[in-house]
């Protein structure tokens, strides 16, 4: 397979560079010298300038305003978005507008994605169900009634929810004779719906979103076979293309300090004992490079492989969540004393780090979807 981007791919990784230009991460609290999230919400005038980038309509087709684009090109932006840690809900807009256009249908697509790819709309996913370990769509009971669902349970962890209008919400239906799940596209100014705000590793705000009873119009709930499971590869994915353009700045930043930072009258980059630490997340990182391309690849392609496309993006996840785990940790390290500062710009990266390792699943989760496709799907 040839993983060589196309020029539109590139041309999106360029325009994202020049958004993302002007970021500068340390201007926002460590979360370690706040009592509360570092930030009432995301970064409104960022968003704007993705909006006018055309960044947020990347995956819409024309007719929507959009670039048409795919999961490899969603991936080069938020790539770029980590090295500065973006605060936006890019990652998860995204997936809920791609999911939109892909499984809803075209009367709900004509209502919402064109003001989404605008930036008008803002949307978020509930995608880590009630423990942040076990699917979703088990954590949301959805029931029909009349010509409207009604929604009951509880989602975790669910990022941007303070500042988003509507959150996808994966359910499952009661009382089907067989594994069915809905997605539901839920205002959060709706009656039984209410918002218990949480604080993540990152210091970020997120919400426990709480469902009591609450009336979804059927015209905004998605039914099509499949669509939760393509958004969870989407999301996961996209959480790999986070973790590796972290890891990249973090190396690059240990770089740079080890190269100046002298000792016995050498910089310490010299010294082998740091060489080889450096080298070994090298590798880390390129694994993890390789692995996100080959999952999005699957996603962008629909290509068949021995496993299905959920095999790729459990490997990808796997290598993402321990490589950047390692990669900040041997960052730390070698940073010495500034490593353990918690006002130098290393400890945010490390503590986003640890929310993007854990974010939709650890690496032992994703170990066992591996081994559970490898007992069903045996490769000869």
């Known amino acids: 397979m040839d993983f060589t981007f196309s ?13 993302f230009a002007g970021v500068v991460p340390d201007a926002v609290p460590s979360p370690a010298l706040t ?23 990347l995956l819409l087709d024309d007719g929507y305003g959009g670039a ?19 605060r936006v809900p890019l990652l998860e807009h995204s997936a809920a507008v791609a999911a939109v256009q892909a499984y809803g249908t075209q009367e709900l697509g004509q209502r919402l994605l064109a003001r989404a790819g605008r ?26 009634d009349g010509d409207a669902w009604v929604l009951d349970g509880v989602q975790t962890a669910v990022p941007w929810a303070y500042d988003a209008d509507l959150v996808l919400v994966p359910a ?26 949480q604080i993540s590793t990152s210091g970020e705000r997120l919400a426990e979103l709480r469902l009591r009873s609450a009336r979804i119009g059927a015209g905004d709930v998605i039914e099509a076979d499949g669509a939760g499971e393509w958004l969870h590869a989407l999301l996961a994915t996209g959480t790999c293309a986070l973790a590796l353009g972290l890891g ?15 000792q016995f009258g050498h910089p310490i980059a010299t010294f082998q004992a740091v060489a080889v630490q450096a080298a070994d997340r090298y590798i880390d990182l390129r694994a ?21 496309a959920a095999g790729d993006v459990a490997v990808a ?60 799907h045996p490769l000869s």
């Open 288 to 308: 993890m490079e390789a692995t996100l391309w080959q999952a999005a690849w699957r996603i962008a392609s629909g290509a068949p492989g021995p496993l299905p």
């Open 68 to 86: 048409g684009l795919d999961a490899i090109a969603l991936c080069l932006v938020l790539r770029e978005s980590a090295h500065v840690l973006a």
């Open 119 to 144: 930036g008008e709309l803002v949307l978020t996913v509930a995608a880590h169900g009630r423990t942040g370990h076990d699917p979703a769509e088990l954590a949301v009971t959805a029931r029909r």
């Open 35 to 57: 009592t509360g999230a570092v930030a009432e919400g995301f970064d409104r005038e960022l968003w704007s300038r993705l909006a006018d980038a055309d960044l947020l309509s």
């Open 248 to 262: 990249e700045r973090v190396l690059r930043m240990t770089s740079e300090y080890t190269s100046k930072r002298e």
């Open 7 to 19: 020029e539109e791919q590139l041309a999106a990784a360029e325009a994202a560079r020049g958004v």
């Open 172 to 197: 499952h239906v009661e009382g089907a004779t067989a594994d069915r799940s809905v997605l539901a596209l839920v205002p959060l100014e709706s009656d039984g719906v209410v918002l218990a705000e």
């Open 317 to 376: 996840k796997i290598w993402a969540a321990e490589g950047v785990r390692r990669v900040v940790q041997t960052a730390q390290h070698l940073h010495g004393g500034f490593g353990a500062d918690t006002e130098y710009v290393l400890h945010r990266y490390h503590a986003w780090a640890k929310q993007v390792e854990l974010s939709l699943g650890p690496a032992a989760a994703y170990e066992e979807t591996l081994g559970d496709l490898l007992a069903t």
